[in-house]
């Protein structure tokens, strides 16, 4: 599976290591070193208190903090929807926005373990991180 047809995200330098290391199957995050906050989406200071902040890996677990179902999308192939998206709260603690993969959507609930998973884009130093069901078994 491929990210196409949806659109590849944008390298900036500040996020230029996040998409790196996805590409590594790693994800990454955003530690303060000052406040102790541990946040995500990827930027260079601290949201809270400014610092500066370090980059931390993942273990890239945790749980289906809320999600909705999206049916249709304008110029999409009808072989890629319907689209899961949720927001995954880390074991680490930051809530991410995503898609859960390779589960249907009657199968996805509130509170369901999911771990991380890649997939990959046209260019190789970009991979876009959704989340897969945890088997409970």
Known sequence: MTWEPRPVPDVTPETRRFWRA???GRLLLNDCPDCGLT???????????FAEAEWIESD??????????????SGWPEEHV??????????EGPRLLTNVVGAEPAD????????VTFVETENPD?????FEPVSSA
Do not use: K
Not at 39 to 49: G, K, M, S
Not at 82 to 91: K, N, Q, R, T
Not at 108 to 115: K, M, S
């Open 22 to 24: 996805a590409a590594e």
């Open 39 to 49: 946040y995500f989406h990827p930027r260079a200071l601290c949201p809270d208190c």
């Open 60 to 73: 890239g677990t945790g749980e289906i903090y809320t999600y909705s179902v999206v049916h249709q999308i």
């Open 82 to 91: 319907p689209v899961i998206v949720a927001y995954v709260e880390l074991d």
């Open 108 to 115: 996805v609930g509130i509170g369901d373990r999911v771990r």
């Open 126 to 130: 970009v991979a876009v991180p959704v």
